[in-house]
T-cell receptor, first 115, second 112 residues
């Protein structure tokens, strides 16, 4: 049973380009959570999605950021017109109906570097 | 969401010494989770505590939830270089929607 898969592991983008980060949840998991971790900082919640629905996007910047979790395929976190301040590690976690007693299972993350 | 503060932010210890990180909240918590993140790695879930005064052990790690459910601690006995990393406490929201909010983390460095 594969874990949470994120790709790419590393992504370099020039300022103004678009970044697309992908997350495939664990098999049987229908809930996806995205977190951002700036260098030497903690994990900040961005968005919580279920299949075809955004449940909570309170942590998403109002502009340039969007997320989706389609009926088929991985969840996508999209950052348009990237700026240097977007450089960070982006982690995805998944769960079945709820976190329950097992906590989150995180993917290995995507390290985004904006040059 | 519920906010938690962690102290210290950084800790350097000699290998073999003990280490403790503390997680504090101004409000009563329904639960507390602990995660470990190795340098360059991703957070890995360690444990969840839900009961007042609960104490759980995992080998050299001891996790404690305060009687008032407003604080928690993680204690490592006789640290090893494999313990290096950042330790986060986190709180899972209660109710039907279970978002996890992370503390600021304690970065542990073990000097061999």
């Amino acid at each position: 049973n594969a874990g949470v898969m994120q790709n790419p592991r590393h992504l370099v983008r020039r300022r103004g380009q678009e970044a697309r980060l992908r997350c495939s949840p664990m098999k049987g998991h229908s809930h996806v959570y995205w977190y951002r971790q700036l260098p030497e900082e903690g994990l900040k919640f961005m968005v919580y999605l279920q299949k075809e629905n955004i449940i909570d996007e309170s942590g998403m910047p109002k502009e340039r950021f969007s997320a989706e979790f389609p009926k088929e395929g991985p969840s996508i976190l999209r950052i348009q017109q990237v700026v240097r301040g977007d450089s960070a590690a982006y982690f995805c976690a998944s769960s079945p109906e709820g976190v329950g007693n097992n906590g989150y299972t995180f993917g290995s993350g995507t390290r985004l570097t904006v040059v | 969401g519920q906010q938690v503060m962690q102290i210290p932010q950084y800790q350097h210890v000699q290998e073999g010494e003990d280490f403790t990180t503390y997680c504090n909240s101004s409000t009563t918590l329904s639960n507390i989770q602990w995660y470990k993140q190795r340098p360059g790695g991703h957070p890995v879930f360690l444990i969840q505590l839900v009961k007042s005064g609960e104490v759980k052990k995992q080998k050299r790690l001891t996790f404690q939830f305060g009687e008032a459910k407003k604080n928690s601690s993680l204690h490592i006995t006789a640290t090893q270089t494999t313990d290096v990393g950042t330790y986060f406490c986190a709180v899972r929201s209660s109710g039907g929607y279970q978002k996890v909010t992370f503390g600021t983390g304690t970065k542990l460095q073990v000097i061999p």
